[in-house]
Structure formats: structure tokens, C-alpha cells
């Protein structure tokens, strides 16, 4: 991977510039649920995986205007 950025570029991990958090979604009013993909970013869940797989989003995390979602595992 290394060859594939320019040669002044450096890289970095993610955790060196910026922080997980964990802020849920807890009592806030109910909303659809939205999933990160790798070729769409974040779509609504329904649409991911043609029905709505959540059933309980108290415990999904909240992210604000300005914050971005990535998921660790793509």
C-alpha cells in the first residue's frame, strides 16, 4: 500500500488524528437507522439490506453534523 500514495504523502492511522466516541442514541425520538457501506457511504438500513434490521436504536451511536461513521471492519 505504500506505493500507492504520492512519495511526500505520510501515512497515518485514523486514532492519530481523531477519537472514537460512544454517544447513543438512548431516549432521543426514534429514526430510521443508517448503515456505512463501502460504495454508498451511509444509506438507510432498509435499503442496505432490504428491510429494516434494527429493533431497538437506543443503543445505536448518534453522530452530529461535522462528525463522520466509518465502519472498522471494511
Known amino acids: 500500500m505504500r506505493n500507492s ?3 511526500d504523502w505520510v501515512l497515518q492511522h485514523l486514532g492519530g488524528f481523531c477519537k472514537q466516541f460512544k454517544r447513543l ?3 432521543r425520538p426514534e429514526v430510521e437507522p443508517l448503515s456505512v457501506t463501502k460504495s454508498n457511504g451511509l444509506v ?3 435499503e442496505k439490506f432490504n428491510k ?3 429493533t ?3 443503543v445505536y451511536k448518534n453522530i ?6 466509518n ?3 471494511t
Not at 64 to 69: L, Q, S, T, V, W
Open 5 to 7: 500514495v504520492p512519495n
Open 25 to 27: 442514541n438512548g431516549n
Open 44 to 46: 438507510l438500513q432498509s
Open 52 to 54: 429494516r434490521i434494527a
Open 56 to 58: 431497538d436504536t437506543s
Open 64 to 69: 452530529r453534523r461535522g462528525e463522520f461513521a
Open 71 to 73: 465502519d472498522p471492519m
